[in-house]
């Protein structure tokens, strides 16, 4: 009964950051000997690729406009990650348990992202970083958190992440403005500064 509640707790994470999700879970594994933890997760090269790639991430994350256009870069990264940490997590034997878990992990860590996507476009209509900053850092810490209670507390961790989702799509109705001021603008910086033949 504990898979249903880890997968949904490390879907919600992998849809903020799938690489450090992985990550985690991997030194978990490894050097805390967690049980339950996807022995790939622990290998060696799985744990450096996932750190240089939670590095990138944690360092685009915190730039107006580039953590949007990382965000929908990451659409398909995230809930796949999610759905293969679930699928893990269940032993990957194809059966209707490992389905089950990949379909939750996957659907999740979609909710997730588009939650955190749309939350990032409404805050970076702010004129400042400083916001960006903080609610980055703010993700930042709520992954580490959440994974790390999911590897030992799985029910717990499910709930933290549950009431976090919902906060989330409390505030993305509330922001939905922002959130189409924030589209409009992405869409004017790419236009201006990643393809300035097409301003």
């Known amino acids: 009964m504990e898979l249903l509640p880890l997968t949904f707790a490390t879907g919600w994470a992998s849809g903020l950051n799938a690489y450090a999700t992985v990550l985690l879970l991997g ?3 490894r050097f805390a000997h967690t049980g339950g933890i ?3 997760f622990q290998r060696t090269d799985v744990l450096i690729v996932m750190a240089v790639l939670t590095l990138v991430e944690f360092v685009a994350d915190k730039i107006p406009y580039v953590d949007s256009l990382w965000d929908t870069i990451s659409t398909v990264v995230r809930p796949v990650a999610g759905a293969v940490i679930g699928a893990l997590i269940g032993g990957a034997h194809g059966d209707l348990t490992t389905i089950a878990l990949a379909a939750v992990g996957g659907v999740t860590a979609l909710l997730s992202h588009l939650t955190k996507a749309g939350v990032r476009l409404a805050v970076n209509t702010s004129p400042e970083p400083v916001t ?3 609610v980055s850092l703010g993700e930042n810490v709520a992954v580490a958190g959440v994974v790390s209670l999911a590897a030992t507390y799985p029910i717990p961790a499910a709930i933290v992440a549950g009431v976090i989702l919902v906060i989330g799509f409390v505030v993305l109705w509330f922001a939905f403005s922002r959130i ?8 004017r910086w790419m236009a201006r500064d990643i393809a300035p033949g097409t301003a």
């Open 132 to 134: 960006n900053i903080g």
């Open 38 to 40: 996807p022995e790939g």
């Open 180 to 187: 189409k001021k924030g589209w409009r603008a992405l869409r």
């Open 27 to 29: 030194l978990l594994g």
